[in-house]
């Protein structure tokens, strides 16, 4: 059992036969405009309780002013925000923004300067000495609680602003583009730290990030934001292997959309007047044969561990082949087919 108590939480055995609440955060018709242009068109969502949810979407598609609006710190213009069953008041509606069960960490936190780590730490503790020691464990700041904040590295700082946010024991963690600054190495250590929050503290996540590497192995569900909308919910299989739309399927990584007539050879029992989408890995390079096209060679790009062939063919698309090992060359006369069963039309 987790020594720290955020709220009115439930044993782990509870949650482990199903009792933890659904609905637990309720997102209903926020519409929110800022100087004649609308930024959200009426956004409707629902978190479960312990659940990880990422909100994925272009720069400027209404992500932060969306979360800005669910913790309190904004005011939606229409729509209601229920956290926990109790709705969350925008900035005009209290004296202090904000919900005292949800925490927010901002792109652009901000950290008390030349003040010891523990002083900061104290101000806003809702916590006994135990369970605050276990959530700076957690934070991996346990040993930085005698330095000044003035002698820390960015990553550090950020967690320590985090810990801030969460020994105000809050249900609900929401963290907007924690990892944008970070190198991989201080990037691997927050992964770690968001890990063991909602596994050990159990509090429910919710995060937005650019890149597919920090959601599609963390997140139970992925919700894809375009131009102020969410116009896909689902697992991140789902997201990524079955994306609705182009816009989606370019939000995590490299794809190919194949026209009708190359499709067909690719294809011959697919979806007419669909358009095939295939990741780099459902495609491979093979000697020849009825289902190969032919093409060359334009570029090879490394990957560390993997190699993503670019090839050009005869209808002048260009395709992305993902290859273990290089044994083609730029310039290589090559045939591509598709590797595997499972195939996607959108
Ligand atoms: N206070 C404001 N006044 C005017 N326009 C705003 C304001 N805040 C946000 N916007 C606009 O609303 C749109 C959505 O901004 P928002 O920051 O919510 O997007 P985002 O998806 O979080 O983008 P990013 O990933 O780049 O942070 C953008 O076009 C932005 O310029």
């Known amino acids: 059992m987790p020594i720290f108590v955020p709220r009115s939480i439930l044993s782990f055995q509870q949650i482990v036969k199903g009792k933890a609440h659904m609905d637990f955060l309720n997102v209903s018709g926020i519409i929110k405009s800022e100087k004649d242009k609308t930024i959200l068109h009426g956004v409707d969502f629902q978190v479960d309780e312990l659940e990880k949810v990422a909100i994925v979407g272009a720069s400027g598609a209404g992500k932060s002013t969306l979360l800005k609006i669910v913790a309190g710190l904004s005011q939606a213009d229409e729509g209601a925000v229920f956290y926990d069953g109790s709705r969350v ?63 820390l590295s960015g990553g550090e ?5 985090m810990a801030r946010l969460l020994n105000g024991a809050p249900g609900l963690f929401i963290l907007d583009e924690p990892y944008s600054n970070l190198d991989l190495i201080h990037k691997e250590i927050l992964k770690a730290v968001i890990r063991d929050l909602s596994e050990q503290l159990q509090i429910t996540c919710l995060l937005t990030s650019h890149d597919p590497m920090d959601t599609l192995p963390w997140a139970d569900r992925i919700l894809v934001m375009q131009q102020g909308k969410i116009v896909q919910s689902g697992t991140p299989h789902e997201i990524y292997a079955q994306p609705l739309s182009e816009y989606t399927a370019a939000l995590f990584g490299p794809y190919n959309l194949i026209n009708e007539q190359d499709a067909a050879v690719l294809m011959p029992s697919g979806k007419p007047g669909k358009h095939l989408l295939l990741r780099p890995h459902q495609m491979r390079i093979v000697a020849g044969g009825n289902q190969a096209l032919p093409g060359t060679v334009q570029r090879i790009n490394y990957h560390g561990n993997c190699y993503i062939v670019e090839v050009l063919t005869a209808s002048k698309e260009v395709f992305y082949i993902q290859v273990a090992n290089m044994n083609v060359q730029k310039g290589s006369q090559v045939h591509i087919a598709i590797n595997g069963q499972e195939t996607w039309y959108i």
């Open 89 to 151: 008041k925008g900035v005009d509606e209290k004296l202090m923004p904000g919900h005292p069960g949800i925490a927010y960490l901002s792109q652009h936190f901000e950290l008390w300067n030349n003040y010891r780590v523990e002083d900061v730490l104290s101000y806003g503790n809702k916590l006994p000495e135990d369970a605050a020691m276990q959530l700076y464990r957690i934070c991996r700041i346990d040993h930085l609680l005698k330095r000044y904040t003035s002698q």
């Open 157 to 161: 700082r950020q967690r320590i602003a």
